[in-house]
């Protein structure tokens, strides 16, 4: 009895002089493992009397206890005081200023096409979308524009084999559309997308570029309403002092033809190298339906008639931020992306 009491003591005075985690849990395995000097003393109990028995063993049953209660206080306390000096170590300013965390923009590009949509939605058309590896019959054929027709070259094409082409034109998803509805109308979409030509690269042209179809196909429609569409989508998205000029022009598409021209953004009208000196830069081309496309893609031209149009989505940002050259979209400059800010900023 005298050793365990002994035992206690020493054992709670060495706890009380821990002075780290590690020390402590080396005295807890020590003192309350299975080979400690309390478990050792215990062993001399089998040759006791009963009474004698029951009294060592309530002792060392509080031995343990306080052993065990003294190591769990310290513990406590020590964890305390490694958590009072980490706090004081890492302490936080909160008057210092932030840091800034660096974020991405939306590409010129998408703000446009984001733009348009919003004009042509808010003017009941609906968004339609098709691939951009394209077949011969959908990109040509459908379009009146059959094997060896010399209006194939205005759009030098990227061919993957004799069937499959780099779509070069947003067009064919009018044919799709069209298909699509089985012959009745009314139709009213647009389609922006990707579109590939092999055209040499200039301040204008690109190889790949994007264009953004609309067609209409309904009873009644004229060039009058072509027009107007195209004067409220200019003015809307340019603003009121933007002038435009319908050229005749010819798609096998389309007939008639027009080509459409903005006043240049960046010189007023007077001539630059934007636009090549001529006060104008060209964004789209439209024209009314071909009644052979109409045919061919299950409407009745003498039911229905359609105008349809294919703006290109660079020429329009070169002309709404006045920028003087399209590869300045495809260089992928920081400097250059940064400066069209995220919307929600
Ligand atoms: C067409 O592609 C016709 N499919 C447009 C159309 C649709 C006409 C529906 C009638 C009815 P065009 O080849 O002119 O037409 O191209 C249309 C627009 O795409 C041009 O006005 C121009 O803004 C843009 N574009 C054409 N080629 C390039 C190029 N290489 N780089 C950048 N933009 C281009």
Not at 136 to 141: C, I, L, Q, T
Not at 252 to 267: A, I, L, Q
Not at 313 to 318: F, G, K, L, N, S
Request: net charge negative.
């Amino acid at each position: 009895m005298d050793k365990l009491l002994e035992i206690s003591k020493e054992a709670l005075e060495r706890i009380a002089q821990v002075a780290d985690l590690k020390e402590l849990n080396d005295l807890r395995v020590h003192y309350l493992g299975k080979k400690g000097p309390i478990q050792e003393a215990m062993k001399s109990m089998k040759d006791m009397g009963q009474e004698e028995r029951i009294a060592f063993g309530k002792v060392s049953n509080e031995v343990k206890q306080n052993v065990s209660q003294a190591i769990e206080d310290a513990k406590a306390k020590l964890e305390r005081i490694v958590m009072e000096e980490k706090l004081a170590s890492e302490s936080i300013d909160i008057t210092l200023p932030g840091f800034k965390v660096a974020s991405g923009s939306l590409h010129p590009l998408t703000h446009v096409v984001n733009t348009l949509e919003e004009i042509f939605l808010g003017m009941g058309y609906q968004i339609a979308q098709g691939p951009e590896v394209e077949t011969d019959y959908y990109n040509f054929e459908l379009m009146n524009l059959p094997q060896g027709h010399p209006a194939r070259d205005m759009q030098d094409t990227f061919y993957i084999d004799v069937n499959y082409l780099l779509r070069t034109h947003t067009s064919p998803v009018q044919a799709r559309t069209m298909l699509k509805a089985n012959g009745q109308g009314p139709i009213k979409v647009i389609c922006p997308g990707k579109t590939y030509r092999r055209d040499d690269d200039d301040a204008t042209h690109s190889h790949q570029f994007m264009q953004c179809e609309g067609i209409v196909v309904d009873k009644n429609i004229t060039m009058a309403n072509l027009k107007g569409t195209l004067e409220l989508f200019v003015k809307e998205l340019f603003g009121e002092k933007r002038a435009i000029r319908l050229r005749p022009s010819y798609f096998p598409f389309t007939e008639p033809s027009v080509e459409v021209d903005v006043s240049c953004s960046n010189c007023g009208g007077v001539g630059c190298s934007m636009c090549k000196q001529t006060g104008w830069i060209e964004i789209l081309g439209a024209g009314m339906v071909n009644p052979k496309v109409l045919k061919m893609s299950g409407f009745d031209p003498e039911v229905y008639q359609g105008f349809a149009f294919g703006i290109g989505i660079e020429r329009v940002a070169m002309l709404k931020y006045g920028i003087d050259n399209i590869r300045d979209f495809y260089n992928n400059d920081i400097r250059f992306l940064a400066q069209f800010a995220r919307e929600d900023k």
